[in-house]
């Protein structure tokens, strides 16, 4: 079925309508692209009645903000994250972990500097092999170079021939 955008006057079909029960055929008159660019008009003219509006809204449901968060962070990947650290079978995970500390002497596997916090247990994400402990300076750098491909040659090479060194700026920095 299609129908013709009051603002446009375009002819669309019915999906690119919002829906509304009040019309006719139950949908607005005007199109999803009408009335987003409406919308934003409106925002961008009415910026402090919009801030007001929503700083009272959040004000007056903290509830069903507490449960859209919930809803957001169980969808993304911190959600996803939570998830597969709940599939962990707890009792194995904690026994390769203390048996993991004495064979590393208590140091990181890659930078081997002693723990001052917190362990991070380092796996394979593809097949959830345990590698090793890692600090967290390791643990986020070591995301880097498995994650993006050509990461650590990159790497490498911008510590060799970084854009700076074409340019003498070593004078800027030091006093």
Same mark, same amino acid.
């Given at each position: 079925?299609?129908?013709?955008?009051?603002?446009? #006057?375009?002819?669309?079909?019915?999906?690119?309508?919002?829906?509304?029960?009040?019309? #006719?055929?139950?949908?607005?008159?005007?199109?999803?692209?009408?009335?987003?660019?409406?919308?934003?008009?409106?925002?961008?003219?009415?910026?402090?009645?919009?801030?007001?509006?929503?700083? !009272?809204?959040? #004000?007056?449901?903290?509830?069903?903000?507490? !449960?859209?968060?919930?809803?957001?962070?169980?969808?993304?990947?911190?959600?996803?994250?939570?998830?597969?650290?709940?599939?962990?079978?707890?009792?194995?995970?904690?026994?390769?972990?203390?048996?993991?500390?004495?064979?590393?002497?208590?140091?990181?596997?890659?930078?081997? !500097?002693?723990?001052?916090?917190?362990?991070?247990?380092?796996?394979?994400?593809?097949?959830?092999?345990?590698?090793?402990?890692?600090?967290?300076?390791?643990?986020?750098?070591?995301?880097?170079?498995?994650?993006?491909?050509?990461?650590?040659?990159?790497?490498?090479?911008?510590?060799?021939?970084?854009?700076?060194?074409?340019?003498?700026?070593?004078?800027?920095?030091?006093?």
């Amino acid at each position: 079925m299609n129908k013709q955008c009051s603002k446009c #006057k375009l002819i669309k079909t019915i999906d690119e309508f919002h829906k509304n029960k009040e019309m #006719k055929d139950g949908h607005f008159a005007h199109c999803k692209e009408c009335h987003h660019l409406k919308a934003k008009e409106w925002e961008k003219n009415n910026r402090e009645k919009r801030i007001a509006y929503q700083k !009272k809204w959040t #004000k007056e449901n903290p509830e069903l903000i507490k !449960k859209y968060q919930k809803a957001y962070r169980d969808r993304t990947d911190k959600g996803i994250l939570k998830q597969r650290r709940q599939n962990w079978n707890k009792k194995e995970l904690n026994k390769v972990y203390e048996s993991l500390i004495p064979i590393q002497n208590d140091k990181c596997a890659i930078c081997e !500097k002693p723990f001052k916090k917190r362990r991070y247990i380092d796996h394979n994400h593809s097949n959830r092999e345990i590698r090793g402990l890692l600090c967290q300076f390791c643990n986020v750098g070591i995301s880097y170079f498995e994650n993006v491909e050509g990461f650590a040659e990159k790497a490498k090479n911008y510590l060799n021939n970084y854009p700076a060194k074409k340019v003498s700026l070593r004078k800027y920095w030091y006093k």
